[in-house]
């Protein structure tokens, strides 16, 4: 697992597995500087979801934040710091962290609280369900700096909020309380900070009895039938379910 830069002993992202094996528990682990997302992150990240991916004993993946937030956002210590952009741009290809995020053929939850800000808030929105602490904050905030959402967040957030109002979150760069984000759709469920890692576990646990194969299934077809036509998505539930 890759360590960050400066950091002898702590890796960037913790990986344990509970029940058996069946719960893989991803954890975002620089809360000194409110789990900012930097390079040690991301490859650490690429890593982990390729072991979530690939371990037959896992039916469910939790991702939270260790400390006071889930993630801040992109490191801004990091920011013009690449010997060169197209460079910077091919390892993001090559290490496509969201891609895989995205197409888990399991069950993904994100377990989000304190600031779910950019980066962040738009790797939660790739997860599958979301449980919130009532003390969450979610923010895109760089519009506002002059950059593009650029994890999915102009994809995920229109789907999620309808056009309208994706728009004004990317473009307005406004907070959303929890309780905001719950009437959104944005999040499932809000609890208590002490009993958001309970009640995470808790769904992942329920939720861990469901078929691989089905659920993998499900997903396609959810996703891939999303941006499509009734027919076509009825035609995508054919193929990737089998369903006459």
Not at 29 to 54: C, F, H, K, S, T
Not at 94 to 104: A, K, N, Q, T
Not at 119 to 138: N, T
Not at 199 to 204: G, K, M, Q, S, V
Request: aromatic share 4%; with cysteine.
């Amino acid at each position: 697992m890759v360590r960050e830069k400066g950091c002898e002993t702590e890796p960037a992202v913790l990986y344990d597995k509970l029940a058996a094996g069946a719960i893989a528990v991803v954890t975002l682990n620089r809360p000194g500087v409110l789990n900012a997302y930097n390079i040690a992150m991301r490859d650490a990240l690429y890593e982990v979801l390729q072991a979530v991916r690939d371990d037959p004993e896992v039916r469910v993946m939790v991702l939270r934040g260790n400390g006071r937030s889930f993630c801040s956002g992109g490191d801004i210590a990091e920011f013009g710091t690449a010997v060169s952009p197209l460079g910077a741009r091919e390892t993001r290809w090559r290490r496509d962290v969201w891609g895989i995020l995205w197409s888990l053929p399991k069950i993904t939850l994100a377990a989000v609280h304190g600031f779910v800000a950019g980066s962040g808030f738009e790797m939660m929105l790739l997860c599958d369900l979301c449980v919130a602490s009532s003390d969450a904050r979610f923010l895109l905030p760089e519009t506002g700096l002059g950059m593009i959402p650029g994890v999915g967040g102009t994809q995920t957030v229109p789907r999620l909020l309808g056009l309208g109002r994706g728009l004004d979150l990317v473009l307005t760069g406004r907070w959303l309380d929890a309780r905001a984000a719950r009437r959104h759709g944005i999040v499932n469920s809000v609890v208590s900070p002490r009993r958001l890692r309970d009640e995470a576990l808790r769904r992942a646990g329920a939720l861990s009895h469901r078929r691989p194969e089905l659920v993998a299934a499900l997903k396609r077809a959810v996703n891939d039938g999303s941006d499509r036509s009734l027919a076509q998505g009825l035609e995508v539930e054919i193929t990737r379910l089998g369903v006459r």
